[in-house]
């Protein structure tokens, strides 16, 4: 910053004071104007990094969005398979329970060891989904 000399005020005439005072506010000027351009400078920095970080954003929320949807899909894949092992068990369960016309102490199919071999079996299968749809359980 350059220093302005101040002179004495007998020695000083308004001729030198008008230039004393031209001078101190070009110096001003030039300081703001100094001032002001690091500050467009600051602004536009700024604004690209705004511009870039909302960019991430949106890669961001279109990636999850993707992943929610693939989510989705494949739960509902999920279910439908699920589904689709229900009536199997079921069905295995149906041989197990005493059904219409069949007395609980009647003897049936499955007794004494065969009837507990099919209630593990089950137990397995229950905890496995090994049967695919559509398979009838042997025996």
Request: proline residues 8%; charged residues 20%; positive net charge.
């Amino acid at each position: 910053m350059h220093t302005i000399p101040i002179h004495p005020p007998a020695t000083t005439t308004p001729v030198q004071e008008h230039v004393a005072l031209c001078r101190a506010y070009g110096a001003v000027q030039e300081r703001c104007s100094r001032v002001m351009a690091q500050q467009q400078a600051q602004v536009a920095r700024l604004e690209r990094e705004v511009l870039r970080l909302r960019a991430a954003v949106m890669v961001r929320d279109t990636a999850l969005a993707v992943e929610r949807e693939r989510f989705a899909a494949l739960s509902a894949q999920f279910r439908a398979a699920a589904s689709q092992h229900v009536p199997v068990r079921m069905r295995v369960w149906q041989w197990l329970r005493p059904g219409p016309g069949r007395n609980a102490s009647a003897p049936s199919a499955a007794t004494g060891p065969r009837r507990a071999q099919l209630a593990a079996a089950d137990l397995l299968v229950g905890q496995g989904g090994w049967l695919s749809p559509g398979v009838d359980w042997p025996g």
